[in-house]
């Protein structure tokens, strides 16, 4: 299963993009060997519309035309459902055994996102109630993707 990442706003140059491609790099690597594998990421500028509302229909027009059909969507939003590592290198393996293709994993911009594409998700997954900056949270999701093969794989690398 190919595994993308979507993301508002630009990751610059530095420690941040630095640690999230390591990861990235370490997923790519390991995961076809499980069946996973890092299709691509896709960065978009955040909207300059004028209300916040906005802002999220049209990030969210964006992140549409970037899906793949039949893809399983799942967007990070604090508000959403929390799994631990395993839970969520679980849920990986089921979607890829049961045949799906390509999955996203979208992270929204300042504002939040859309409702409707909330409405859409297939998934909406929370990496703790804190809310994080968009540079850790592509650390965050890049390590826990990693962590996945790991776990999917029967690596040391995760230690319960």
Do not use: C
């Not at 849920?91 to 911009?109: E, F």
């Not at 703790?128 to 850790?136: A, C, D, I, K, V």
């Amino acid at each position: 299963m190919r595994i993308s990442l979507f993301a508002v706003g630009r990751l610059k140059t530095g420690p941040e993009k630095e640690l999230a491609s390591r990861y990235l790099d370490r997923f790519a690597k390991t995961g076809p060997a499980v069946g996973l594998e890092f299709s691509r990421s896709i960065e978009i500028p955040e909207s300059r519309a004028s209300n916040a509302e906005t802002r999220k229909k049209e990030e969210g027009s964006a992140l549409e035309k970037a899906l793949l059909e039949g893809s399983i969507l799942v967007l990070l939003d604090e508000r959403g459902k929390t799994l631990d590592s395993e839970a969520f290198a679980s849920l990986l393996g089921r979607h890829r055994d049961s045949g799906k293709r390509d999955l996203m994993i979208a992270i929204g911009g300042a504002d939040g996102l859309d409702p409707e594409l909330r409405a859409r998700a297939d998934l909406v997954l929370n990496l703790g109630s804190m809310t994080w900056p968009h540079q850790l949270v592509r650390i965050l999701i890049a390590e826990q993707l990693y962590r996945a093969v790991t776990i999917l794989s029967g690596h040391p690398y995760h230690r319960a």
